[in-house]
């Protein structure tokens, strides 16, 4: 894939994420499938801080997508997040038996997202000036 079209897909898996974390964190947590992406009994205020951060998050990254040389580093930090989320998940889902449901809801799902955005970043340095 050339960089150019990295570029536009980047741009596109931006603003993907980016509305799923404004519109889809919250339903998915509460009223879609909670033990998939919540922890179990429901904890609202947890909820509450999560979702408030990813929706933050989700702004920042259709936002980023007009200038991606601009916000490599919001990428990077949307990546690294992705992957020690899903992590701190899994370790929690190892110790408790009870949130299985996580290893097929958020865990993949984050660490999905973190791989797209891995996989579409540019790759020369010389690419790092690509916009939209």
């Known amino acids: ?12 898996a931006l603003v993907a994420i980016g509305l ?4 889809a964190m919250y339903p998915l947590m509460v ?9 179990m009994p429901p904890q609202p ?8 951060i990813f929706a933050t998050l989700g702004v920042f990254l259709i936002l980023a997508a007009k200038n ?6 919001l990428i990077w930090f949307t990546i690294w997040l992705n992957m020690i989320y899903a992590t ?3 370790l929690m889902v190892l110790a408790d038996r009870a949130e299985h449901a996580n290893l097929v ?11 797209i955005l891995w996989y579409l970043l540019p790759r020369h340095k010389n690419a790092r000036h690509l916009t939209r």
């Open 45 to 52: 205020e947890y909820e509450q801080i999560i979702v408030g």
């Open 20 to 23: 799923l974390y404004i519109f």
């Open 31 to 39: 009223w879609i499938w909670p033990s998939g992406w919540g922890w």
């Open 105 to 115: 809801g958020n865990i993949p799902a984050q660490y999905l997202i973190a791989g």
């Open 88 to 90: 701190i998940m899994l």
């Open 1 to 12: 894939m050339n960089e150019m079209t990295r570029a536009r897909y980047l741009a596109i």
């Open 68 to 73: 991606l040389s601009a916000n490599i580093s």
